[in-house]
């Protein structure tokens, strides 16, 4: 009798779409007609394999990223709980920088904090509060989202398979408190070539920055990856994320701190 035919790929079918839609700068439809519509475990599964494809090609993880924390995100994307991603050292920009249109399909910035973490944590304290000892650094930052879906009609399944929409991220150099009340309260204005685009405050996130990170801490725990020292987590949005055009430039002030980034002219290939 001849052999049966190995099942199909499903997931690795997905993968390589999502890596062609990046190589090619054509979005593809949304994934979740494959993956289903609430199969969150397989999403993760393809944005596991693709960073493995990423790391197996040189690059780096030297962080994770939350997304959908913001009410007023959620509403854009239609979503009621976070996700995360993993953030590639490819993905850095420096302050000040600028992006090659070219290296983005569709791309939207929204303001945020990142933390340095500097310790590892594997066990996770009922109390968010206790996590800041182990915070090095909080930062304004600014994430460049971006997605392989089509006009980006994403769920969460398809957020979460293409890596929670991850583009690019931009560090600032000032540094904000590692304070429960502090990061709670802190403010947020984003401007668009000047002209104020997005606003928000730190409890827009989860309640708080801090507490954003304490739910990925929970969850990377129970996932058996526990965040490490020196991992950069980007906390989620602590407001609406805005569209860009070739040219733009975005300035986002968190508290007393300053982060921003440019896009060139050009247009995607």
């Known amino acids: 009798m001849p052999t049966p035919a190995p099942p199909p790929d499903r997931l690795g079918e997905v993968a390589l779409s999502l890596r062609r839609a990046a190589t090619t700068s054509t979005p593809v439809p949304a994934v979740r007609a494959v993956l289903g519509a609430t199969d969150t475990r397989a999403a993760y599964e393809v944005q596991r394999r693709n960073v493995a494809h990423l790391v197996a090609a040189g690059d780096r993880v030297v962080g994770r990223k939350i997304g959908l924390t913001?009410?007023?995100?959620?509403?854009?994307?239609?979503?009621?709980?976070?996700?995360?991603?993993?953030?590639?050292?490819?993905?850095?920009?420096?302050?000040?920088?600028?992006?090659?249109?070219?290296?983005?399909?569709?791309?939207?910035?929204?303001?945020?904090?990142?933390?340095?973490?500097?310790?590892?944590?594997?066990?996770?304290?009922?109390?968010?509060?206790?996590?800041?000892?182990?915070?090095?650094?909080a930062r304004p930052a600014i994430e460049i989202v971006d997605s392989r879906i089509e006009r980006w009609d994403i769920t969460i399944v398809d957020t979460i398979a293409d890596n929670?929409?991850?583009?690019?991220?931009?560090?600032?150099?000032?540094?904000?408190?590692?304070?429960?009340?502090?990061?709670?309260?802190?403010?947020?204005?984003?401007?668009?070539?000047?002209?104020?685009?997005?606003?928000?405050?730190?409890?827009?996130?989860?309640?708080?920055?801090?507490?954003?990170?304490?739910?990925?801490?929970?969850?990377?725990?129970?996932?058996?990856?526990?965040?490490?020292?020196?991992?950069?987590?980007?906390?989620?949005?602590?407001?609406?994320?805005?569209?860009?055009?070739?040219?733009?430039?975005?300035?986002a002030t968190v508290g007393d701190t300053d982060v921003s980034v440019s896009f060139s002219e050009g247009t995607p290939s």
Not at 71 to 91: C, H, I, K, W, Y
Not at 200 to 229: E, K
């Open 70 to 137: 913001s009410t007023a995100v959620q509403r854009q994307l239609g979503v009621n709980e976070p996700d995360f991603g993993t953030l590639l050292d490819s993905m850095r920009v420096p302050d000040g920088g600028t992006v090659d249109r070219r290296r983005l399909l569709q791309p939207k910035v929204e303001a945020e904090i990142a933390f340095e973490l500097a310790a590892p944590i594997t066990e996770v304290p009922d109390d968010p509060a206790r996590l800041v000892p182990l915070i090095r650094t």
């Open 164 to 251: 929670a929409s991850s583009g690019l991220f931009v560090l600032g150099d000032g540094l904000l408190p590692v304070d429960p009340p502090a990061l709670a309260g802190v403010a947020m204005r984003m401007r668009r070539n000047g002209v104020q685009v997005s606003t928000g405050r730190g409890a827009d996130c989860l309640g708080s920055p801090l507490l954003s990170l304490h739910w990925l801490a929970t969850t990377m725990a129970a996932l058996g990856d526990p965040l490490q020292a020196g991992d950069i987590v980007l906390s989620g949005a602590l407001g609406p994320m805005c569209a860009v055009e070739p040219g733009d430039t975005f300035a």
